[in-house]
């Protein structure tokens, strides 16, 4: 009896052994990051300084370099309370247990299925070896099966299918991240337009003011004779219109006050930021290298991983090409007495292995490939496009600041002079030299070149932060290698 199983066992050990050896195939293309447009350097002029960089961008928590305590904690807030991210964070999480799904195939399946059951077979049932008349029979049956099974990952399939499914969890990582500095920077921004509204409302405020006593004195001087009513009539005018600007802006202020509302997570009606004018400067930024973005840019690392994503499937549909081959165990005890079920007699078991190979496919597996083949070129032009883009807006937030500092300069300087020319012109007018028209019109000149100057710092810490969130907010790619599902012994025995 020895034999026949000697005999059995030995062919089945060495199929085994060549199913080993082509389990260590792996069909499809290997992943190598396409390559990407780049420049050397950035197209920079005074004050940036290529040699010389600046400080740099805090990781996470970017908006400390703005030091603005009500800025942290409202960025604080929206981190803990924005729905859009709270999606992100669902999202991600979805990606990390659809790889664990995949990773789960790296195990073979194990159940049972226990039954009991009695019956009556006719006694007109068909014959099968017993001789005619058959008689009635009542029976029962108890059965306490197991059963395993595993794939044989000969070429490949399923570690090209946990390729892509690790590459996807790496590449919602990265999405989560690239939400994150999209509603920080968001926030940022409204909260320094909001600041800007309040300089302009402070401007426009002491304009008031100061048109009311302008307002006596030409009523005044009206009264006594000296000025006529045209001269009250344009001082009134201006200041009513100053008043209506004061009134329209704090519409404008409120649209802001509760697009911040919605970004941290506050229902708007209950939201409110007191009015403080904008102090505040743009902090200094390293720019790094141009190159420094593949690295540095959460959306242009979610299209790479996104890209090794899509590779991976590739390998999945040329895996359709070649046969399956599946393991099978089953055994356990079967009795018609539970009294009998533990008896040796009462075990069977089975073992064995199947090959599936699909011959003609009308051609779907050769179309599933180029699908494949499709979405890789897809995902590669996505992967160029937003490298592009990065360095697009890196140098427009570049210029644009310095653009807007030269701006600044330039406007302070016309502040200035339209405040020279508001004094001359009050001075002329008491002296009797210029009518109050001169006046009305400095004071007009003024205000507008206030309020410009107002504007241009708000853009300026407005581009700032654009800026930071063109080049990453300080985050880097290196923090995806730690995101990964790793298959574990203990999961050979999870539910």
């Known amino acids: 009896m020895e034999m026949p199983q000697k005999r059995f066992f030995l062919p089945f050990l060495s199929a085994a052994g060549c199913v080993l050896l082509l389990a260590g195939c792996t069909v499809g293309p290997n992943y190598v990051r ?100 058959l008689q009635p029979v009542t029976q029962n049956s108890i059965t306490l099966p197991f059963n395993a099974g595993y794939e044989v990952d000969l070429f490949g399939q399923r570690r090209r299918t946990i390729e892509s499914a690790e590459a996807s969890y790496q590449a919602s990582a990265a999405n989560l991240e690239n939400v994150r500095l999209v509603i920080t920077a968001e926030l940022a921004g409204d909260y320094f337009t909001l600041r800007q509204l309040d300089s302009e409302l402070g401007i426009l405020n002491r304009t008031v003011d100061t048109l009311k006593r302008g307002l006596e004195l030409v009523d005044s001087r009206h009264k006594g004779g000296v000025a006529s009513g045209l001269d009250v009539a344009q001082e009134e005018t201006l200041l009513e219109t100053t008043r209506t600007q004061a009134t329209l802006l704090l519409q404008q202020r409120k649209q802001f006050e509760d697009a911040i509302a919605v970004l941290v997570g506050k229902a708007a009606p209950d939201f409110h930021i007191p009015n403080r004018e904008l102090k505040a400067e ?46 099978f165990a089953n055994g356990g005890w079967q009795a018609a007495d539970i009294v009998k079920l533990a008896n040796v007699s009462s075990i069977f078991w089975a073992f064995g292995a199947n090959v599936a190979e699909s011959i003609f496919t009308g051609g779907a597996r050769r179309a599933q490939v180029e699908f494949a083949k499709s979405g890789y070129d897809i995902n590669v032009a996505n992967y160029r496009q937003s490298v592009l883009t990065a360095f697009q807006e890196v140098q427009d937030d570049v210029t644009g600041l310095t653009v807007l500092e030269q701006a600044r300069d330039t406007q302070q300087l016309a502040v200035d002079a339209a405040r020279r020319t ?9 002296g009797g030299l210029v009518s109050y028209l001169d006046v009305v019109t400095a004071q007009q000149n003024l205000l507008i070149n206030e309020q410009e100057a107002a504007v241009i710092q708000g853009q300026r810490l407005v581009t700032s932060v654009l800026l930071v969130k063109a080049l990453g907010g300080g985050w880097d790619a290196t923090s995806l290698a730690a995101v990964q599902v790793k298959p574990k012994l203990k999961d050979v025995v999870a539910p």
Do not use: C
């Open 34 to 133: 396409a390559t990407a447009p780049a420049t050397a350097k950035w197209d920079v002029s005074e004050p940036w300084r290529q040699s010389d960089p600046k400080d740099a961008v805090p990781k996470g928590e970017w908006w400390v370099v703005f030091h603005d305590d009500e800025l942290s904690g409202l960025e604080k807030d929206a981190l803990g309370a924005n729905q859009t991210l709270q999606a992100a964070v669902g999202n991600y999480n979805q990606a990390r247990a659809a790889a664990a799904v995949q990773i789960a195939t790296l195990f073979p399946t194990f159940g049972t299925t226990p039954n009991a059951y009695r019956q009556r077979l006719s006694g007109n049932r068909p014959p099968s070896g017993a001789v005619p008349p």
């Open 282 to 327: 743009p902090p200094p930024i390293d720019l790094g290298l141009p190159s420094d973005l593949l690295e540095r840019r959460p959306d242009i690392a979610q299209a790479e991983r996104q890209m090794a994503s899509a590779n991976a499937q590739i390998g999945v549909a040329k895996a359709a090409y070649y046969p399956s081959l599946n393991l």
């Open 422 to 430: 508001l004094d001359l012109s009050l001075d002329r007018y008491r």
